[in-house]
């Protein structure tokens, strides 16, 4: 099993900035990748970023990519999500995601983090 707490939300005035961690913990060896989902008030969840725990390739939703960064610490049990000029449009629950490939492929996910961004 694998543990995902996530850290860093809160309230920011547009224009700011804000880092959001997620720690994994637990068996967290097999993970192949992490992701970092958000859901904004009565929207769907949608993927922000992702980055590979093999080679460390990240891919972003197309209109957060220059805003956002996604990374990992040296033990890659730690997910970064940095984003810059925040706007309204931003505040959402942000969620830390984590998966497995193979023949059993799991999911994990962390709790989630608000984050609210004042106009």
């Known amino acids: 099993q694998v543990q995902l707490v996530e850290s860093g939300g809160g309230l920011v005035q547009a224009g700011g900035s804000l880092t959001l961690t997620c720690a994994a913990s637990?068996?967290?060896?097999?993970?192949?990748?992490m992701r970092w989902f958000r859901r904004a008030p009565g929207k769907e969840r949608e993927l922000v970023a992702y980055i590979s725990r093999v080679d460390g390739d990240t891919i972003y939703t197309d209109y957060l990519k220059g805003r956002f960064t996604i990374s990992l610490d040296g033990a890659k049990n730690t997910v970064y999500l940095r984003m810059m000029n925040l706007n309204p449009a931003d505040t959402a629950v942000y969620y830390c995601?984590?998966?497995?490939?193979?023949?059993?492929?799991?999911?994990?996910w962390g709790q989630g983090t608000q984050v609210t961004v004042s106009s």
């Open positions: 637990g068996r967290t060896a097999p993970l192949y990748a």
């Open positions: 995601n984590g998966f497995t490939k193979g023949d059993k492929p799991e999911s994990y």
